[in-house]
């Protein structure tokens, strides 16, 4: 148990909906990050936050948005979904200053259909 | 920009043979370098990390790797596999900007131990 947790386990939803993926990162952990893993794309970074704000964007689509709230959760905004977009999205967090490991979550399963 | 290649897509070993899992970076500026296991309907899990000192590193469950700046390669081995070590193993890249830690990951390796 790495100690970040993420709900729900599994997503179905249908094309054009919106979703949120939630994720609580470990206890003392300022950075979350979120990937996307999916067959065709592998693992790809999408977003950081570090203490509430946006430190580093990757392959972030438009429809999809992040934020990172004072208590330090943070949730994935996934809007007008397509077919594509079903993938495992994963959480990590990570301390700030000194050292470089990422701690991942579970993981969300979204299916489109 | 940093990249990630792991050449082989899938690895067949028998059990308690040896087994090495090829992985070379390309990137510009110095790098950190991970091995990451992912266990099925598991979430990525850090074996090992090299950051800087030693070229080679021990990690957990009886991995290693060792850290080859000239041939850019980062491979990990163990010397004797176990049927619990199938999974799909990734290597992974950062850079040495403060601040932005985002690992850039290979396409992953899946290796299957034989009994």
């Known amino acids: 148990d790495s100690g970040v947790t993420q709900t729900p386990k599994h997503l179905i939803t249908a094309t054009g909906q919106r979703v949120t993926l939630r994720c609580s990162p470990r206890?003392?952990?300022?950075?979350v990050y979120w990937y996307q893993q999916s067959l065709d794309q592998g693992l790809q970074f999408l977003i950081q936050y570090y203490n509430g704000e946006e430190r580093a964007k990757g392959n972030i689509l438009e429809r999809f948005s992040a934020q990172q709230f004072p208590d330090l959760h943070s949730e994935l905004n996934l809007s007008s979904l397509e077919l594509g977009d079903s993938a495992l999205y994963f959480c990590?967090?990570?301390?700030?200053?000194?050292?470089?490991?990422?701690?991942f979550g579970p993981g969300t399963r979204l299916t489109v259909t | 920009a940093q990249s990630v290649t792991q050449l082989d897509s899938q690895v067949p070993v028998f059990e308690e043979a040896p087994v090495e899992l090829r992985c070379n970076y390309s990137s510009s500026v110095s790098v950190y370098l991970f091995w990451y296991v992912q266990y099925p309907n598991q979430g990525l899990q850090l074996l090992l990390k090299?950051?800087?000192?030693?070229?080679l590193v021990k990690g957990i469950n009886g991995f290693e790797a060792e850290f080859n700046k000239s041939q850019t390669s980062f491979h990990l081995r163990k010397p004797s596999v176990h049927i619990s070590d199938t999974a799909e193993y990734f290597c992974a890249v950062k850079g040495p900007n403060f601040g932005n830690e985002k690992l850039t990951f290979g396409t992953g390796t899946r290796l299957t131990i034989i009994p």
């Open positions: 090299y950051l800087s000192g030693s070229t």
């Open positions: 206890s003392g952990d300022l950075s």
């Open positions: 990590a967090s990570s301390v700030e200053g000194g050292t470089y490991e990422q701690y």
